[in-house]
């Protein structure tokens, strides 16, 4: 290793030399001692200057981005849940105008400085409050859009439903005490009620779909690395995401051309977009006009995969309604195929095997390591990190189950487990390629079952029984997290609560693309809802 | 009579329901009101309240009972007092045509402009003004009158009517009097029309005469001292269709002008009906004693009447039944008294009993009639009225009839509301309907094919009318699309699926769902699997078991009626749409009452 010395570099003491090497089970020879008294000196002379140099941060101009009115809100402007932190923010002078006048809110693991950012737990140390803003908070301000707040997030987003943040329950739009789904939670909810145009979401294995199929709106997963991760708490880079969530599919591709492209800090984005993947908006605008309006999917070729839709514990509604859409989308002229993946029915257990060694390192101890990305330096883990006894308790269910079996995978199976994991994603992400090869799409439920009701607040309810109550909900979502395809939740009906068929509850299709063919989800979905009003589709009463 | 035009009439009753026209509506009201003032006194005294409160259900069922005693009596009435006396009367119906210009200038014809706005020199008697025949006009006056089986008269023309007001600027107004351009026309009225059932299956009302003359300024009055005119509806073409004077009850009066509204919309010839100011009916009533010498009065080659008066400007069916009853009960009390009746003109307020005095024979204007020296004669040639006749939309009368024949074989009760629905969009999903449900059933026995008509009728009008109301929906004939339905009672008429289930994919499709109905019962696993005769017993020994002392009085009281309570409880218990009626009837016949199977 290149090292740069200087004459009077520091030197540590013997001793503390002779305990570092035995901390690490080692023992030093004699003359080796001296070469590491002057070596670690020398570092940390080095790491001294840099940690109190000025860090490397996107720190907005404040006149140029100002913002106002920052609180939290009570219990009348809180949306029933759905606002973290009200703030105003505009631009006072942007440089496009593909958002001017929408109001966005922001799902509250991305930084939008000077407002505090929970990611869904409070903290026993304070409010984290970042200084900067995270890139897609930029994007948006500069193309007009007004951010109206932080909009809630579930505990270390690590949540399908909406009881598990710090802020409370999220109620579901259309019935109170049913869920919103999770982990953008405050997001769909919002933008259901019209309390904003759109809003910004989070999704690692499901949390901008989930809430989006929940809440009765439009929620995208886009293509890995098509959007800037940079500046939002993430679990591990291979899996996240940040995508958009609207009423309608047109304002969802707007709201993804606002924010897709590489910002030269995020290793997760490639360098180029490959060939027409920018102006989703004006490519599904032009394909809408032009298409005939009976048959606007002639020669599109769907595939209704097996493996997502046969599943034992399958809601028969939502299966109704889905395969209603379905035949909505011959009606439009698509010719529908069934698909076998059979890879499908394993990787979400892939999926949740790979969270607790990267995604609890990166997303609950901030011991962040390894890519070339922006890193939210302020927050990053101090000496050999581990969750106080008070951080564990203020945890939910699945994110004390993924510390548990951190520790547990730390102690039995190290790195293995995750780098096996890693390398299956790469198998099943071929598996997906080689179907969408013959498709245009895959389509499937987005999740299986309608809303579930809230657990409340005070409910002394074990980890075992609320996570066994979501079982399976992330059977659909969770894998194209791990490969990265695109896939749009798109709601299509209105089915019963399974406890009380008087509650009417949205529920959603699921469609796939392939990887940077986010805009061929867009004409699907957009011909469909074109034509289709899904809220007077009602399946099951 | 109101509720009985409105058994007859579907349409008319949501609209009027919806408006708390309802006789029962307002008395339930009242009756709230009074129960609750007692209510507050009762607290006030604390009184038990045990003794005089009387159930809601109760009330209700008073109420009823008492509105149809009342009803009874005036019954009883009206018959004797038809048994002595004979009513007659005529009808006149003033309809405004459905054109774009006036009758003799080229301004627009116009209700919602602003006012004022529409106005050409004539229109205002501007000195050297000329009127100019707008030949468009003719148009829908011919369908009217062709739709009213009138012959047209090849040469017609134009009369001045002369009175002074301020609605009419040039002191006249033109109108056909002496030639009008359609004469000696009928109009055919059945007892579905709403006719009354002393006049029988059908009655034929002949149409004396249809004219054309223009309408008049439109008068708004702000009391005391202000009067604003609108010139806008000056010389609005407006029709005259006069009837002759053989109409002897007051409900078939009614009927005969809700008729002509429907013949005169559905060949498009007016603007709006009669709850829109579009159409407005003077009636003749005149009256005489049965088995007396003849009255001395004719009116429009009908001699031997009574003298008639005139009620003016009725502007709904239920006035002119009103009015009229009013009248002929005023000249009854007149002659009975020893009275003479007189000739005048007659006014009509709705909601009172009485009609009331406009102006008396004395005061009858002169309007001094003459021929308009500005105005050609009217030709029409045959060749245009054999275009009309020819274009004409098929009539109501026919269409009932068609209905009715064997090809679709519907009821009328069924046949009436498809017609008058949607303005005929019903109908055409009906016939939609029956056409693809025809080429489903192809393989079927020609015999089973013959109750597809009526079974569509049923489907269209009352399942999927019933989802529609129930959802307070307007009709759209693409929500469950006319394929859909005829697939829905082709596989009920296989009997691959029960009449439940079939309602329950119709409510499916209704709300939504997009899948094709064979997909849809397969997906849903809705085809019925018929279940075994050992099902079916041990279903209907279950029912029997449970139920003893009914299964007793089936058989010593022959209370057949029961059975279809057990049939309920085999339904409900068995598997949720595989228990078939009839099926099910039958093994409790054989088990209840030893019929062979």
Request: charged content about 20%; some cysteine.
């Amino acid at each position: 290793m290149p090292i740069i010395l200087t004459e009077n570099s520091s030197r540590l003491e013997t001793q503390e030399v002779q305990n570092i090497a035995s901390s690490g089970g080692l023992q030093l020879k004699h003359s080796e001692v001296e070469d590491f008294r002057v070596l670690l000196g020398n570092f940390e002379d080095c790491v001294s200057k840099i940690l109190s140099a000025e860090d490397y941060l996107p720190y907005p101009d404040l006149k140029k981005y100002p913002r106002t009115d920052i609180h939290i809100p009570n219990t009348t402007d809180g949306e029933k849940g759905g606002w973290a932190t009200r703030c105003t923010i505009k631009c006072q002078e942007p440089i496009g105008s593909l958002l001017t006048g929408k109001t966005l809110a922001i799902k509250d693991n991305i930084a939008v400085a000077g407002v505090r950012c929970t990611n869904g737990v409070s903290s026993p140390e304070g409010d984290w409050v970042p200084a900067y803003d995270a890139t897609v908070v930029t994007r948006v301000l500069d193309q007009g859009a007004i951010i109206m707040g932080k909009s809630t997030c579930e505990n270390c987003c690590l949540e399908p439903g909406s009881d598990t943040s710090c802020i409370g329950e999220v109620q579901n739009p259309f019935a109170d005490g049913y869920s919103c789904g999770g982990s953008s939670s405050g997001s769909g909810r919002l933008v259901s009620i019209g309390a904003v145009d759109m809003a910004l979401g989070g999704d690692q294995g499901g949390s901008v779909r989930i809430p989006a199929s929940l809440c009765g709106i439009v929620g995208l997963k886009p293509t890995w690395g098509l959007v800037p991760y940079s500046g939002i708490l993430g679990l591990y880079p291979a899996i996240d995401h940040c995508g958009p969530m609207t009423r309608t599919v047109p304002d969802n591709a707007l709201l993804l051309e606002a924010l897709a492209g590489p910002d030269g800090m995020d290793s997760r984005q490639p360098a180029f977009l490959p060939p027409s993947c920018s102006n989703f908006s004006t490519t599904l605008d032009a394909f809408l006009a032009t298409s005939p309006l009976d048959r606007p999917l002639d020669g599109f070729k769907i595939g209704v995969l097996k493996e997502g839709r046969d599943l034992a514990w399958m809601d028969p509604n939502v299966s109704s309604a889905v395969s209603s859409a379905v035949s909505g989308l011959r009606q439009l002229g698509a010719t529908v195929v069934e698909v076998s993946v059979p890879i499908h029915t394993e990787a979400s257990a892939t999926f949740v095997a790979s969270i607790p060694f990267a995604g609890v390192r990166h997303g609950l101890l901030d011991d962040t390591a390894g890519c070339k990305q922006l890193y939210t330096s302020d927050r990053a883990a101090g000496p050999s990190p581990r969750l106080s006894q008070t951080a564990f308790d203020g945890l939910g269910a699945g994110a004390k189950d993924a510390y548990m079996r951190f520790l547990y995978a730390s102690t039995n199976h190290g790195a293995k487990i995750h780098a096996k994991c890693a390398n299956l994603f790469l198998k099943y992400a071929r598996a997906y390629d080689e179907a969408l090869a013959g498709v245009d799409v895959l389509v499937m439920p987005t999740v299986p079952r309608p809303a579930l009701r809230n657990v409340p607040q005070d409910s002394n309810m074990g980890v075992l029984e609320r996570l066994s109550i979501w079982n399976g909900m992330l059977h659909n979502t969770a894998p194209f997290d791990t490969t990265g395809h695109p896939a749009l939740s798109l709601p299509v009906g209105f089915v019963p609560a399974p406890e009380d068929p008087s509650v009417a509850l949205p529920t959603a299709v699921q469609i796939v693309s392939k990887r940077f063919a986010d805009v061929t989800c867009f004409k699907v979905a957009a011909a469909w809802e074109r034509k289709f009003d899904w809220k007077a589709m009602r399946f099951g009463f | 009579m109101l509720r009985s035009w409105l058994r007859q009439s579907p349409r008319a009753l949501r609209s009027l329901t919806n408006l708390k026209c309802d006789p029962f509506a307002s008395q339930f009201h009242l009756r709230i009101a009074h129960h609750s003032l007692r209510s507050i006194r009762s607290v006030q005294t604390a009184t038990t309240e045990s003794q005089d409160h009387v159930p809601l259900r109760k009330q209700l069922k008073q109420g009823a009972k008492s509105l149809k005693e009342h009803k009874r009596q005036r019954r009883a009435a009206e018959e004797a007092s038809r048994e002595k006396w004979e009513l007659t009367v005529g009808i006149e119906i003033h309809a405004q045509l459905n054109t774009e210009a006036k009758l003799f200038s080229r301004a627009a014809t116009s209700s919602a402009d602003l006012p004022n706005s529409n106005v050409a020199l004539f229109d205002l008697a501007f000195p050297g003004s000329q009127p100019e025949f707008q030949i468009p006009t003719l148009l829908p006056a011919l369908r009217a009158a062709i739709a009213l089986k009138c012959e047209i008269q090849p040469v017609s023309r134009f009369d001045r009517k002369h009175y002074f007001y301020q609605d009419q600027p040039n002191g006249y107004q033109i109108t056909q009097y002496y030639e009008p351009f359609a004469r000696n026309g009928y109009i055919d009225l059945y007892s579905h029309d709403g006719i009354a059932p002393e006049d029988g299956d059908q009655v034929r009302i002949g149409i004396k005469q249809v004219q054309l003359e223009q309408d008049t300024a439109k008068s708004q009055e702000y009391p005391p001292s202000m009067q604003l005119l609108d010139f806008n509806r000056v010389s609005h073409p407006l029709i005259e269709i006069i009837t002759m004077p053989e109409i002897h009850t007051p409900a078939t009066a009614a009927a005969c002008v809700r008729k002509i509204q429907a013949i005169l919309q559905s060949c498009n010839a007016v603007t709006t009906g009669m709850e829109l100011g579009g159409l407005r009916a003077d009636v003749n009533v005149s009256i005489r004693q049965r088995g007396e010498a003849l009255g001395t009065h004719q009116y429009g080659g009908i001699g031997g009447l009574g003298q008639r008066t005139e009620i003016k400007n009725l502007s709904s069916f239920k006035a002119v039944e009103d009015a009229i009853i009013a009248e002929k009960n005023r000249q009854i009390a007149v002659l009975e008294n020893g009275g003479v009746v007189e000739g005048e003109t007659r006014g009509w307020t709705i909601g009172s009993t009485e009609t009331r005095r406009l102006r008396g024979k004395e005061g009858e204007v002169d309007y001094r009639y003459m021929p308009d020296p500005d105005l050609p004669p009217l030709i029409i040639g045959q060749d245009l009225v054999a275009e009309l006749t020819k274009t004409l939309p098929t009539s109501s009368d026919a269409l009932v009839e068609m209905l009715m024949a064997k090809s679709y074989g519907l009821p009328i009760e069924d046949a009436k509301p498809l017609i008058e629905l949607e303005d005929g969009a019903r109908l055409e999903y009906y016939q939609d309907v029956v056409d693809i449900l025809h080429s489903l059933q192809q393989d079927q026995d020609p015999k089973a094919r013959g109750g597809l008509g009526r079974a569509a009728g049923n489907w269209v009008l009352h399942e999927l009318g019933g989802l529609l109301t129930k959802a307070d929906l307007s009709w759209d004939a693409e929500r469950v699309s006319a394929q859909s339905l005829a697939q829905i009672i082709d596989q009920v008429q296989r009997k691959r699926i029960t009449g439940p289930t079939a309602k329950q994919v119709l409510s499916m499709v209704f709300d939504g769902d997009l899948r094709p109905i064979p997909q849809l019962l397969e997906e849903e696993n809705l085809i019925l699997r018929p279940l075994s005769r050992e099902d079916y017993v041990a279903l209907a020994e279950m029912a029997i078991s449970q139920n003893p002392q009914m299964v007793e009085q089936i058989r010593s009281k022959n209370q057949l009626g029961k059975l279809g309570w057990f049939v309920g409880q085999m339904m409900r218990t068995g598997e949720k749409g595989r228990v078939e009626a009839q099926k099910a009837d039958a093994i409790l016949r054989e088990l209840i009452l030893g019929e062979a199977p």
